[in-house]
């Protein structure tokens, strides 16, 4: 399994921006999806998941702005972003999840958001 993690930029705060995350190979329709950032200086951290049968859900300081979805007929995952602060830039992959155990199998590149204040 391959992800391109694709669509970050540069973003005054309160603008919005779509991550994209393009899956090839395995079955795409069955993993657990999630978003993850890293902002400058800090470990890596959950943002966002998307469970198949289950829903959604997010870390708290992303709430009510983000938004994850898929397509899976498309085999892509969605990471639409309102309301961005200058907390929020990071660099943000997205990962898959085989066996939704917790642990995630495949990660993206990694996608650069910058929020300028």
């Known amino acids: 399994v391959q992800l391109q993690a694709f669509g970050g930029g540069l973003v005054q705060a309160g603008g919005s921006l779509r991550l994209s995350c393009a899956a090839s190979g395995g079955t795409f329709s069955n993993y657990v999806m999630a978003w993850f950032r890293q902002a400058p200086g800090k470990e890596r951290a959950f943002v966002a998941v998307h469970r198949v049968y289950v829903g959604t859900y997010y870390t708290d300081s992303v709430k009510g702005r983000f938004t994850i979805s898929r397509d899976n007929a498309k085999n892509m995952v969605y990471l639409q972003m309102n309301n961005l602060k200058p907390e929020d830039t990071a660099v943000y992959y997205c990962?898959?999840?085989?066996?939704?155990?917790?642990?995630?199998?495949?990660w993206g590149q990694g996608t650069l958001v910058t929020v300028s204040s």
């Open positions: 990962a898959a999840s085989v066996y939704n155990n917790g642990d995630y199998d495949y």
